[in-house]
T-cell receptor
């Protein structure tokens, strides 16, 4: 049971927009701690996708965007492409646990 | 290009120990916090431990507290994770990752090293 809750899977057709949610609580996202998002392809290490709730590292397409409100955050992917098929994880800090926490991960399928 | 290269994984019996290393290059290792994150087979990411600049501050997930020790040697740009009293549930790929500060985003990750705990 992860501290941050993500849907196990989402799907969309090429060109569509999908949103992946990340729900936390008053000791992590709701306390104002930043949310970060990672993309992971099978057999490879995770890669930073969004940091500080809304910021994209250099090289990440602007099709990927992040937002945060209250105790939740979201990752939006527009203009879905086949190569976006991967696992996506959110991460934040939890003051009750005094450590980082990850969401359980969401598998994105491009139909 | 930033490089992080983990090593030290392998097969160990329950109750045994392993020491993981993460060799860093192409950046000023000493000014970054460092982290270990693991991923059990077919499962999600789990934060394991973090160490601040200089090594004075260390933090652990409850699942490994008292059994694992994180450390760093800035003179040779290397991060360590000493894992004792290993259990089957510790079987995972262990990734080291860099962050600009404690609890910041993990901007670079190594390729991971697999630790398998089994009799």
């Amino acid at each position: 049971q992860s501290v941050l809750t993500q849907p196990p899977s989402v799907s969309g057709a090429p060109g569509q927009r999908v949103i992946i949610s990340c729900t936390g609580s008053s000791s992590n996202i709701g306390a104002g701690y930043d949310v970060h998002w990672y993309q992971q392809f099978p057999g490879t290490a995770p890669k930073l996708l969004i940091y500080g709730n809304t910021n994209r590292p250099s090289g990440v397409p602007d099709r990927f965007s992040g937002s945060k409100s209250g105790t939740s955050a979201s990752l939006a992917i527009t203009g879905l492409q086949a190569e976006d098929e991967a696992d996506y994880y959110c991460q934040s800090y939890d003051s009750s646990l005094s450590g980082s926490v990850f969401g359980g991960g969401t598998k994105l399928t491009v139909l | 290009e930033v490089q992080l290269l983990e090593s030290g994984g392998g097969l160990v019996q329950p109750g045994g120990s392993l020491r993981l290393s993460c060799a860093a290059s192409e950046f000023t290792f000493g000014i970054y916090a460092m982290n270990w994150v693991r991923q059990a087979p077919g499962k999600g990411l789990e934060w394991v431990s973090s160490i601040g600049v200089g090594g004075g501050r260390t933090y652990y997930a409850d699942s490994v507290k008292g059994r694992f020790t994180i450390s760093r040697d800035d003179s040779i740009n290397t991060l360590y994770l000493q894992m004792n009293s290993l259990r089957g549930e510790d079987t995972a790929i262990y990734y080291c990752a860099r962050s600009s500060g404690l609890w910041w985003h993990l901007d670079y990750w190594g390729q991971g090293t697999l630790a398998t705990v089994s009799s």
